[in-house]
């Protein structure tokens, strides 16, 4: 059974910078998609960024490109979410997600179907 575990969440100030963990076990696609989604209060779960383990290819939301760096471990199966230029905006719980086969756009929480149990990141400004 596939388990997803974030870590690397916490309090920093706008400016400052994180990086979140996702680690997979149990998990033996070789074609894949793995996403970093994010909730705030009040608001639906968005998108922030993905990648394609088979390719390569990645993701990302308008609103953290340029900021947010996405990369995977294959040896570790582990996706990192490097977020540098924290905004307050930023705040929110953040969720990894896996899905093998994407019937959707990979930015798309729809499309996913397995879930970690989040970690929350707070940007205070």
């Known amino acids: 059974q596939t388990q997803l575990v974030e870590s690397g969440g916490g309090s920093v100030q706008a400016g400052g910078s994180l990086r979140l963990s996702c680690a997979a076990s149990?998990?033996?696609?070789?074609?894949?998609?793995m996403g970093w989604f994010r909730q705030a209060p009040g608001k639906e779960r968005e998108g922030v960024a993905a990648i394609s383990i088979s390719h390569g290819n990645t993701y990302y939301a308008a609103s953290v490109k340029g900021r947010f760096t996405l990369s995977h471990d294959n040896a570790k199966n582990t996706l990192y979410l490097q977020m540098n230029s924290l905004k307050p905006e930023d705040t929110a719980l953040y969720y990894c997600?896996?899905?093998?086969?994407?019937?959707?756009?990979?930015?798309?929480?729809?499309?996913?179907?397995?879930w970690g149990q989040g970690t929350q990141v707070t940007v205070s400004s």
């Open positions: 997600a896996v899905e093998e086969f994407l019937l959707g756009s990979p930015l798309a929480p729809s499309s996913y179907n397995t």
């Open positions: 149990g998990y033996t696609h070789s074609t894949y998609f």
